[in-house]
């Protein structure tokens, strides 16, 4: 409620508002009559009020819309992406969910949006039936008359948004007062003969009609405007502001409301830049050099920009930065402040620029404009930055320089990222569509592997050929309503003198590895033969070239090569042949990519020994090295070194050595893997792994165990590669040694030495929202044979309750076992297998006997006799209280041969700080009573903490693949 000394203001402030309306309304109306070719077919008239202290836009909206087709509309539909952010089931918030982002869901109201309609009618004020169906963020206006071909209806909309707070996406109000509009009024989806309706999943990809539009809008008097619209008719009035923004031939309009005055128009020869990017330790006036050298780059390489306005702003860059080591904090980054400046210009220009002018489908077609786009990156870092290393400064300093990172060229970043996702098997084709990419490929890899194709593109055509197809085809094509990558490839096949097929059919439409290998190579004084194979068969173009101390003095390219080939090239001064030398082909494995031409051993390379992992170096066998310190409590801390192949690109062999002192037992422990891993199928049965593995330690003082594991494993994945569900099967041998201290035997009721078969399937589905997964277990020694299952789900509910409900359940098909060692246990299982991380595996008392780790029964409370010999069948539930804080409950059944069957209970509270990694548990009530009146009440609260580096990385870098 407004009080009484703000309303007549805010009369004075809507009058004021209808009379510039209707003003603005006749202008409109007699320029169209005037000048009927100034309009597009669509047009759009708004006239909007944002109402700062409400978050809220009122809109009053006047569309104009022509039928383009041949068919006959009954049907409309618009857009409403601002609604997407209404409640928990839009398909928004589900792409949230797929990306562990809890943010939309936990939500409260006043952070939400929503666009309440009040009306919508024709041009004979006739009220127009709408609905929204399942698409939460479209609307269906269903017409009251078939619209014909050709004709036109003008619709009349009257609504209000309600902003979301920014912290979602970027897009609403901002904490300090501003404002991020785009895609905030109502606008028509595309129509091509059929209705492309796309639902808002931050993806920055609306798909719309393009409009004549003019905006008359108003905001309050303390905000700043810049836009990517043209701006008009600017004036201030008591209490707000109001601007006309006026475009043609554009798809929708962006305003970025801001409380300080930070943006700056630049007029340089072809275009005018209003911008807030800018460097605090680059000057003003090299800043504005630096953008007239790229607006010149842009102009030259894509032609004249058919708007008056660029809006290149700080936010559009945040939404779309270039990663990497770019984006380290401003004091550590390692490159001149004009290179970096330029680059991330650059990159926000290119994007806008495009994205202004270009009209393909942006979720069907992306990799067009990524192609176009990282293909001049590359381009304006080789022609004015031709020595620039992709770590900068950090290249020449001491202890760094030698990395292979540290060499590598800038634009080497983009075979790096794209073959990143190559080599984890989740690559996807770049005619992937945007809604089904992993995050990763969606905002990294795709993007790159485009822009590296039209450099490939460009080394195998030549580059002229390339940039006047780059050329050709913005000219032709910018502001046209309907441009799809065929177009393109006409284009690109009209200055080719090659046949390109392979590129659109092979290289774009599908996620085919490149692979090839110099096999054999014979010599004569004039001419060196050799064989090439493809060893993935992917028939494309590949490049070898003849070295001499690193020098090219040769280059050639072969195509049609599906499997081997013999090739005589003229010798001339090589002393070793390498192929795909300039990175241009995104090539899946590179260290079989040369061959000396001195010496028996050709293909022998020297071992490298590197501090810390590194990039992939193709001329060395690398072998890391790095100080690492472990802990438990009775080998204390080990420190040691672990030695190992694993470079920033996965590698088909990995192998991990890490061998480590413990000055508490004066020896050597530590563990080993080898293991290795064949993808086969992006889904379904996509990946296999064998592995062998070994680790010694100490169980308890002066008391050593050994494992030594051999493995298989089988993977799964759904077709959908966005679904964090998988599957697994591990078929296992554990052999166990142990080694007991003389004082212990007596002590020790089980044999030291035994081995284990065992086999499980696992079902993961990992949702944050809806998580659930179940394993069956089954175990096989001379002593006893078991099975076990265990289910787990987690439900996050609309009312922001979290239910946590575990069943486990476990039965001895034959024990000749005459001790608790191998039996079920409640709260803490001995762990004989030792695939528990427990710091202190033999403690009954004391902290570490705290440690809980949530396995067979997954109880809190220490119970008498814990252990179950015969079965075991226990549910753990919990659910929040207040944020973090739960309540938890177990309850069960336990049977011992010769013994009745015991029900066993406990509950208490859980801090569930960060789940499965750190959470503590106060147990209240069970069995034993109340506990929390029991005396040595600290020694009965239990822990989960889990230290592995590895495993905390893996909490933060989920969401990417």
């Not at 990524?370 to 870092?381: E, N, S, T």
């Not at 193709?618 to 409590?633: E, G």
Request: proline share 3%.
């Amino acid at each position: 409620m407004l009080s009484t000394k703000v309303e007549p203001l805010v009369q004075t402030f809507n009058l004021y508002v209808l009379i510039i309306h209707r003003e603005f309304l006749s202008i409109l109306l007699l320029i169209s009559m005037l000048c009927p070719n100034l309009w597009g077919q669509h047009k759009n008239e708004i006239v909007a009020t944002l109402d700062g202290p409400t978050n809220q836009i009122r809109i009053r909206q006047h569309f104009t819309y022509t039928n383009p087709s041949d068919k006959g509309l009954s049907t409309l539909y618009f857009n409403d992406w601002n609604h997407a952010y209404s409640n928990k089931n839009t398909a928004l918030a589900k792409r949230f969910a797929e990306e562990f982002n809890r943010s939309l869901h936990l939500a409260k109201d006043r952070e939400r949006a929503k666009t309440t309609i009040r009306s919508i009618v024709d041009d004979n004020y006739t009220g127009l039936d709408w609905k929204r169906d399942n698409n939460k963020d479209i609307i269906a206006v269903t017409l009251n008359e078939i619209l014909k071909p050709g004709e036109s209806l003008q619709l009349f909309f009257t609504y209000t948004i309600k902003l979301p707070t920014a912290k979602f996406t970027g897009y609403g109000y901002t904490d300090n007062g501003g404002y991020n509009l785009k895609d905030w009024y109502f606008t028509p989806a595309v129509f091509d003969g059929n209705w492309n309706l796309y639902n808002n999943i931050n993806l920055d990809d609306i798909f719309t009609e393009v409009t004549d539009t003019r905006i008359n809008f108003t905001f309050p008097e303390d905000l700043y405007l810049a836009s990517n619209y043209r701006t008009s008719s600017v004036s201030s009035f008591p209490g707000g502001q109001n601007v006309q923004l006026i475009a043609n031939k554009r798809k929708n309009c962006e305003i970025i409301l801001t409380t300080d005055d930070r943006f700056t128009k630049h007029i340089t020869d072809n275009i005018m830049v209003t911008t807030d990017i800018e460097s605090n330790k680059y000057e003003e006036i090299p800043q504005g050099i630096s953008i007239n050298k790229i607006t010149q780059f842009l102009h030259e390489n894509l032609g004249a920009y058919p708007h008056g306005n660029l809006l290149v702003s700080e936010f559009d860059y945040s939404k779309s930065p270039l990663y990497g080591i770019s984006q380290l904090p401003s004091f550590i980054r390692p490159y001149e402040e004009q290179f970096q400046f330029e680059m991330k210009f650059l990159k926000t220009t290119i994007r806008s620029y495009l994205k202004e002018s270009l009209y393909l489908n942006p979720r069907k077609e992306q990799w067009v404009n990524d192609a176009i786009g990282f293909y001049l990156m590359i381009k304006f870092v080789d022609e004015n930055y031709p020595n620039q290393k992709l770590a900068g400064k950090l290249s020449k300093i001491w202890g760094l320089k030698n990395f292979h990172f540290a060499q590598m060229e800038f634009n080497e970043q983009y075979s790096l990222f794209s073959m990143l996702s190559a080599r984890k098997n989740i690559d996807q084709a770049l005619t992937t569509s945007n809604d089904s990419l992993i995050k990763f490929n969606q905002k990294i890899a795709n993007a790159y592997k485009a822009g590296l194709g039209m450099s490939y593109l460009s080394a195998y055509l030549g580059e002229k050929k390339i940039d006047s197809t780059i050329l050709d085809f913005y000219q032709n094509n910018k502001q046209k309503k309907f441009v799809s990558a065929a177009d393109f490839k006409k284009t690109i096949e009209k200055y080719s003198n090659k046949e390109v097929d392979w590129f659109f059919d092979t290289y774009v439409a599908t996620d085919k590895k490149i692979d090839f290998k110099i096999k054999k190579i014979q010599k004569t004084e004039d001419s060196i033969t050799f064989v090439l194979k493809n060893k993935r068969g992917t028939n494309v173009p590949i490049s070898v070239f003849g070295l001499e101390n690193d020098s090219v003095v040769s280059n050639y390219w072969f195509s049609g090569i599906d499997s081997t080939r013999s090739i005589t090239i003229p010798r001339k001064s090589e002393d070793r042949l390498v192929l795909n030398y300039d990175q241009k082909i995104p090539e899946f494995n590179q260290r079989d990519n040369w061959k000396t031409l001195n010496g028996f051993f050709s293909s022998n390379k020297k071992l490298k020994f590197q501090f810390f992992k590194d990039t992939e170096d193709p001329y060395y066998n690398q072998v890391f090295y790095v100080p690492i310190v472990n802990f438990n409590l009775y080998d204390g801390v080990t420190p040691g070194l672990r030695l190992y192949n694993k470079t920033f690109l996965e590698r088909p062999f990995q192998y991990d050595i890490s061998p480590t002192y413990s000055f508490l037992e004066h020896t050597m422990v530590g563990k080993a893997s080898f293991r290795y891993r064949k993808y086969h199928k992006k889904t379904g049965l996509f990946v296999s792994n064998y592995s062998f593995s070994a680790s010694t330690s100490h169980f308890q003082e002066n008391s050593r165990f050994t494992t030594l594991t051999p493995a298989v494993s089988f993977g799964w994945r759904p077709n959908d590669l966005l679904s964090n569900r998988r599957q697994y099967l591990l078929l296992r041998y554990r052999s166990v040694f142990r080694n007991i201290d003389q004082n212990l035997e007596g002590e020790l009721d089980t044999d030291p030495d035994y081995g284990v078969i065992n086999a499980r399937f696992t079902d993961v589905d990992n949702s944050i929202l809806n998580y659930s997964s179940w394993f069956l277990d089954a175990q096989h020694s001379s002593e006893f044979t078991k099975i076990a299952f265990e289910w787990e789900y987690r439900k996050l509910f609309h009312s922001n309750r979290q239910l946590n409900l575990r069943f486990y359940a476990g039965k001895f098909l034959r024990n000749k076992t005459k001790s608790n060692f191998f039996s079920f246990a409640l709260d803490r299982p001995t762990d004989y297998m030792f695939d528990l991380a427990y710091l202190g595996r033999s403690e009954s008392s004391g902290i570490y006997s705290q440690q809980v780790i949530i396995a067979e029964g997954g109880f809190k409370s220490k119970l008498e006799n814990p252990f179950a010999n015969d079965w075991i069948a226990t549910t753990n539930a919990s659910t929040n209280i207040w944020r973090w804080i739960e309540a938890y409950g177990d309850l069960g059944f336990i049977k011992n041969k010769g013994d009745n069957t015991h029900f066993v209970y406990d509950s208490g509270i859980r801090l569930n700080l960060v789940t499965d990694y750190f959470e503590l548990y106060f147990p209240v009530y069970s069995n034993r009573g109340w506990e929390i009146a029991q005396n040595n009440y600290g020694q009965k609260i239990r822990f989960i903490v889990t230290i592995s580096p590895k495993t905390l990385i893996g909490l933060f870098t989920r969401k990417w693949f």
